[in-house]
């Protein structure tokens, strides 16, 4: 299972997370990234930790002010890129572009999605990986594996309807056993913020996370 720690803007120390999820990686074999501010990548990937920015913007070079190009993000250690995040929503045709953006970047992507029709919809786009997140569960500490079960079931079958697209699933997750849970319903990883980034020891929640997963 992979699990894919999102930062958002919370107030914690990038560094430090991203040096403990290297050091539980390491030592456990899991695969854990982490995605922090753009501002604060080439400082997270220094850890040696995989290490994923947030949101690349779908444009190339050229008069794009205040955007977030995806080569930059790649030059600062960048292996991959959340798209289209329930808090930073994009058009479809801007998914589109991001994804392509990514691509060309040599960045993974997982495009994000409220439901499993948007799961089937930007599956369509042919991310490395979508990821399904009802929106009412983000933040809660209500694993959206316990409380709707369905929606990932459901999400996981869009997404094989289109092709052989991993599904992760995200919202209140915090625990191993919320990981094993999902992974049960059919989910290849695990989208998470609050469970780390809000932890008093984010070093030992990524180890609870990494337990039997
Ligand atoms: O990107 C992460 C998701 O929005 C889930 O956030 P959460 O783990 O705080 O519920």
Known sequence: MFVLV????????????????ETVAAETGARIAVAPQAADLRAVAETGVETW??????????SHT???L???AAAAGAEGTLLNHSE???????IDDAVG???????????????????????????DAVAVEPPEL????????QADPDVVRAAVDAASAVGDVPVYCGAGISTGDDVAAARDLGADGVL?????????????????LVTDS
Do not use: W
């Open 6 to 21: 999102n930062l958002k803007a919370y107030p914690c120390d990038p560094v430090e997370i991203g040096a403990a999820a």
């Open 53 to 62: 920015a947030q949101h690349v913007s779908p444009v190339e070079h050229g």
């Open 66 to 68: 205040g955007s977030t």
């Open 70 to 72: 995806a080569e930059r």
């Open 88 to 94: 930073k929503r994009l058009r479809l045709a801007d």
């Open 101 to 127: 953006a990514a691509e060309r970047a040599g960045l993974d992507t997982v495009v994000c999605a409220n439901n499993p029709a948007q799961v089937g919809a930007v599956a369509q786009l042919s991310p």
């Open 138 to 145: 983000i933040g809660t500490g209500t694993p959206v594996s």
């Open 192 to 208: 998470l913020a609050s469970g780390v980034a809000k932890a008093d020891d984010p070093e030992a929640a990524l180890r609870d």
